[in-house]
């Protein structure tokens, strides 16, 4: 009699189970947890130190200056940017960079004319100037956002320097360069010791001012000095604000964090042996590594071309690496 009294409870569970799972009364939807996206913390620091500012949204008191190089800006001026007016007929001269090497332009406020454009207005030393965006407002998030070649935002390379001297980190690549050495001989030797350690000892302006704004300098463990110049955030920069898929590659190259990184890239890959880890220092390849470690020496690929019957071909610029099962197996 228990049995049947038990199997008849059972029954009835199970049944008004079912039934309140398919109420058709019930339409709440079934919760899905998003998948987690973790942000690199050397993201996260450019993020919260360097955040990007559109030159529509520049706030008063922004400060930037004019780099000046004897062998690229002689005679160049500052297209866009000339003593203050009202008039929307700028056919004044544009201030020279030469006039104006390593002044400091204010940024006080801006304002959309009756040509539709937006002006920029700046003090350097009590005097007003005025620079014409030529982007109205609809253009600004739908086009490059604007920047004024021939200045840089210096609060950005003060900043860097609260945060970031003397600090240990890792170069995650092998552009090092030496400003003492020749024009053909940039590089040193040590520039095969990627994801090595290096301080960071000096942090200025980079030449390429418009793409690369900032340089920093650091020492390696042989207390040699070198440099890469790198940007922050694209305030006022050339890949500011939405730009053409093709330009991508190039606008991120340079970003800090795809040139440093805070943690030891090697305790991040226990698997990898130190012989081939000095392979991947050194930026060369060699039979039999995996794609995981090809892919730390030599960069991601630009193009894979996968194979159901032969092996996989990447390619990079004028080389191709061969796999089969994971394993490089022929390169050229």
């Given at each position: 009699m228990?049995?049947?009294?038990?199997?008849?409870?059972?029954?009835?569970?199970?049944?008004?189970?079912?039934?309140?799972?398919?109420?058709?009364?019930?339409?709440?939807?079934?919760?899905?947890?998003?998948?987690?996206?973790?942000?690199?913390?050397?993201?996260?620091?450019v993020e919260q130190n360097f955040p990007y500012i559109p030159m529509n949204k520049w706030k008063e008191g922004m400060r930037f200056i004019v780099p000046y190089n004897e062998e690229y800006d002689k005679g160049q001026g500052i297209h866009g940017m000339i003593p203050y007016t009202?008039?929307?007929?700028?056919?004044?001269?544009?201030?020279?960079?030469?006039?104006?090497?390593?002044?400091?332009?204010?940024?006080?406020?801006?304002?959309?004319?009756?040509?539709?454009?937006?002006?920029?207005?700046?003090?350097?030393?009590?005097?007003?100037?005025v620079y014409?965006?030529?982007?109205?407002?609809?253009?600004?998030?739908?086009?490059?956002?604007?920047f004024i070649n021939g200045l840089v935002y210096v609060d950005e390379i003060d900043r860097a320097k609260e945060v970031l001297?003397?600090?240990?980190?890792?170069?995650?690549?092998?552009?090092?360069?030496?400003?003492?050495?020749?024009?053909?001989?940039?590089?040193?030797?040590?520039?095969?010791?990627?994801?090595?350690?290096?301080?960071?000892?000096?942090i200025g302006i980079g030449v390429l001012s418009d793409i690369t704004p900032v340089r920093i300098v650091f020492r390696t463990e042989l207390g040699n000095e070198f440099y890469r110049d790198i940007k922050f955030s694209n305030t006022n920069n050339l890949?500011?604000?939405?730009?053409?898929?093709?330009?991508?590659?190039?606008?991120?190259?340079?970003?800090?964090?795809?040139?440093?990184?805070?943690?030891?890239?090697?305790?991040?890959?226990?698997?990898?042996?130190?012989?081939?880890?000095?392979?991947?220092?050194?930026?060369?390849?060699?039979?039999?590594?995996t794609e995981e470690e090809c892919t730390l020496s030599w960069g991601k690929p630009k193009e894979i071309n996968r194979s159901s019957y032969g092996s996989d071909q990447w390619v990079y610029s004028g080389q191709y690496l061969y796999f089969d099962d994971g394993k490089l197996t022929a390169f050229n």
């Open positions: 228990k049995k049947l009294q038990f199997l008849f409870v059972l029954l009835f569970f199970c049944f008004t189970s079912n039934v309140i799972a398919q109420n058709p009364y019930d339409v709440h939807q079934t919760i899905i947890k998003a998948e987690t996206i973790t942000i690199p913390k050397e993201k996260q620091f009202k008039s929307t007929k700028l056919n004044l001269k544009y201030i020279s960079k030469e006039e104006f090497k390593w002044k400091i332009f204010t940024f006080k406020y801006s304002e959309y004319r009756n040509d539709g454009y937006l002006y920029l207005i700046f003090d350097c030393d009590g005097n007003k100037f014409n965006s030529y982007h109205k407002e609809n253009d600004f998030n739908n086009v490059e956002d604007g001297l003397n600090m240990k980190i890792y170069i995650t690549n092998n552009d090092w360069y030496d400003e003492n050495a020749t024009k053909s001989n940039y590089l040193r030797p040590e520039k095969s010791k990627k994801f090595c350690p290096v301080t960071i000892v000096k890949y500011c604000g939405k730009i053409e898929s093709y330009k991508e590659e190039r606008a991120n190259k340079d970003m800090f964090y795809n040139v440093f990184t805070f943690d030891d890239p090697y305790l991040s890959h226990p698997n990898i042996s130190n012989e081939i880890w000095s392979k991947i220092q050194e930026g060369v390849v060699a039979i039999g590594m």
